[in-house]
T-cell receptor, first 112, second 116 residues
Framework: AQTVTQSQPEMSVQEAETVTLSCTYD???????LFWYKQPPSRQMILVIR??????QNATENRFSVNFQKAAKSFSLKISDSQLGDTAMYFC?????????FGQGTRLTINP | DTGVSQNPRHKITKRGQNVTFRCDPI?????LYWYRQTLGQGPEFLTY????????KSRLLSDRFSAERPKGSFSTLEIQRTEQGDSAMYLC??????????????FGPGTRLTVT
């Protein structure tokens, strides 16, 4: 069975700082996809960034980038120049192309 | 396209009552998923459809739960004889079946169920 682990329940940084959220996963599949989703307070889940396991290049979306280490089964999210609107729960998720398996989440607070 | 929609957004019911939730996916998406999220946790998979066929059900989906997608468009999730442990956010997501879109799931706002 696939599992996803986020070891940081909560993080807090100052606005404009850089923050890295950790995620590890376990799977026996060779082809899969990884995601980071953002869930702001009382708002819906938003897809932040995606990574295909067969791609060696780390994905980047504006201020968001990932560090994908396939051998270590690690998939961290870096948020640069953090903004107040980045305050949210962040979930790491895995799929072999059907259901998503989520981690427990990291509550990120950006302080002014 | 307005994204995935879910109704109702909130539902309060008494223990033992039946409830039904509706999900309307993104129009061109043929895969539809249901998840359950309890407070402070990540969503857990319940079931998924490709068109009208229900292809996988989680062991979390007890016999009190049933989901349908009769015409391959909207879906309903019914919980019979609700229990307090059913209180949660029920999330719906959809995805396409070709290329990149086949693995990206887009979520609706959820239906928050409170069983008293």
């Amino acid at each position: 069975a696939q599992t996803v682990t986020q070891s940081q329940p909560e993080m807090s940084v100052q606005e404009a700082e850089t923050v890295t959220l950790s995620c590890t996963y376990d799977t026996s599949e060779s082809n899969y996809y990884l995601f980071w989703y953002k869930q702001p307070p009382s708002r819906q889940m938003i897809l932040v960034i995606r990574q295909e396991a067969y791609k060696q290049q780390n994905a980047t979306e504006n201020r968001f980038s990932v560090n994908f280490q396939k051998a270590a089964k690690s998939f961290s999210l870096k948020i640069s120049d953090s903004q107040l609107g980045d305050t949210a729960m962040y979930f790491c998720a895995f799929t072999g192309a059907q259901k998503l398996v989520f981690g427990q989440g990291t509550r990120l607070t950006i302080n002014p | 396209d307005t994204g995935v929609s879910q109704n109702p957004r909130h539902k309060i019911t008494k223990r033992g009552q039946n409830v039904t939730f509706r999900c309307d996916p993104i129009s061109e998406h043929n895969r539809l998923y249901w998840y359950r999220q309890t407070l402070g946790q990540g969503p857990e998979f319940l079931t998924y459809f490709q068109n009208e066929a229900q292809l996988e059900k989680s062991r979390l989906l007890s016999d009190r739960f049933s989901a349908e997608r009769p015409k391959g468009s909207f879906s309903t999730l019914e919980i019979q004889r609700t229990e307090q442990g059913d209180s949660a956010m029920y999330l719906c997501a959809s995805s396409g079946d070709r290329g990149r879109g086949s693995y990206e799931q887009y979520f609706g706002p959820g239906t928050r169920l409170t069983v008293t």
